[in-house]
């Protein structure tokens, strides 16, 4: 069970509290280039920053497109392989994973580097304010955000603080990467560009209202949707702002980048498709019989777009027109975002179920269930998946002996 704190930083979530009642008319409209692509984002001309490969998940969403796709494979009966737990506290943020190492921060304030083999701590750090965000980790250095709307950075190998910098509000959402720089934004309302080695201001960028996710870069652009109700469009070198698309209601979901498309879904229950180069509408879907909050970032590959909801279902709709592919009826809401591995999704839900369901046609595959229940998502890599819960347990899956 969470301690206060924990409870407290549950309750400080503001932002969601109007706009969970806003009901947005359903419409679909296809147009536009196809997503699955072979000039979509996850060819090389088209990914800068940072990307997985099938030993790493070193952000949020396992790459700079936050396209929420593990390189690696899961058997088909993953195998508890270790868990770890801490005393009286309770995870929201989702862990990633880095040479062999899981890096995670809990809502107490403490940072920890655990073994990917063996559940062994390595390092812990320590600070006042709890994390909420997923660390990033590049060059040798983690990179997260507190609560109390610092950002830390410290060494990979040892866990020693390299700087802090300090934005104006909490950080709710992991950092992304452009060569050297570091970026995050704050509930300050205000996305900012840091020097990875220094944490020097490169520059910063303010919005309207509060940002609450990561912040997704693709091709030319760095792509923020905020709780100002817009999607914004970025220079990924100045942090001007070239365009932006109105969304109808607030945000915190990370968008997922693929071609020249991005997905997201908001508090309304309506979930996009954005042409990002001309600015504008490709298509939308809502639960016509259960529209609730979307506070789940999509995992899109091959033409399939992958996402939770407060509805208690998962929806698999079509990249290029909306259409929905199939739906899944979990038991309780799937705040976790989704992860791809091979021909499954993976995904927690807050009664404590893990499960995974295949790709073509949203049949359950396997379930694993635990005590306290899941909004942080699946980090994959090296075989393995890892996922913390509410509870304070960190667990990881993999292959079992003989496997």
């Known amino acids: 069970m969470a301690n206060d704190r924990s409870s407290d930083v549950l309750r400080a979530r503001r932002c969601w509290t109007l706009t969970a009642l806003v009901v947005v008319a359903a419409s679909a409209i296809a147009q536009g280039a196809d997503p699955a692509s072979p000039t979509g984002a996850n060819a090389p001309t088209n990914a800068p920053g940072i990307q997985n490969d099938a030993k790493s998940w070193p952000l949020f969403r396992g790459n700079a497109q936050a396209q929420g796709v593990a390189r690696t494979e899961l058997p088909e009966k993953p195998v508890l392989l270790w868990e770890f737990t801490i005393d009286k506290g309770a995870f929201d943020a989702t862990a990633v994973i880095v040479d062999g190492t899981v890096f995670i921060g809990d809502l107490d304030g403490k940072l920890y580097a655990l073994n990917l083999k063996t559940g062994q701590k390595q390092w812990e750090y320590a600070t006042e304010g709890g994390f909420i965000a997923s660390p990033a980790v590049h060059a040798g250095r983690v990179i997260v955000g507190d609560i109390d709307g610092k950002v830390h950075c410290v060494e990979a190998a040892t866990g020693k603080l390299v700087w802090v910098f300090e934005t104006g509000a909490e950080i709710d959402a992991g950092a992304n990467f452009i060569g050297d720089k570091v970026l995050i934004g704050s509930q300050d309302a205000t996305l900012y560009c840091l020097d990875a080695a220094t944490g020097e201001l490169a520059w910063k960028h303010p919005i309207d209202d509060q940002i609450r996710c990561s912040p997704t870069i693709a091709g030319d652009y760095i792509f923020v949707a905020g709780c100002d109700s817009r999607l ?38 309506v979930f996009f498709c954005v042409d990002y180069q001309q600015a ?37 709709l079509d990249a ?78 993999g292959p079992g002996e003989g496997s």
């Not at 942090?239 to 915190?252: A, L």
């Not at 091979?342 to 269930?369: C, H, I, M």
């Open 280 to 316: 504008k509408e490709v298509w939308r879907f809502q639960d016509a019989s259960r529209s609730q909050p979307i506070r789940s970032s999509p995992a899109v590959q091959d033409g399939l777009v992958v996402f939770g909801g407060r509805n208690k279902r998962v929806h698999a």
């Open 320 to 397: 290029a027109t909306g259409a929905e592919r199939w739906t899944y009826q979990a038991k309780n809401r799937v705040d976790s975002s989704p992860v791809i591995v091979g021909d499954r999704v993976f995904f927690g839900a807050a009664d404590g179920r893990l499960t995974a369901l295949n790709l073509k046609d949203g049949s359950e595959a396997w379930q694993f269930e635990i005590r306290g229940g899941f909004s942080a998502s699946p980090a994959v890599a090296d075989q393995r998946l890892v996922i913390a819960s509410s509870d304070g347990v960190v667990y990881c899956f």
């Open 232 to 269: 914004h469009i970025l220079d990924i070198h100045s942090g001007e702002e070239k365009k932006s698309v109105e969304i109808e209601s607030p945000t915190g979901v990370t968008p997922a980048a693929r071609g020249d498309h991005v997905f997201f879904g908001t508090e309304a229950g």
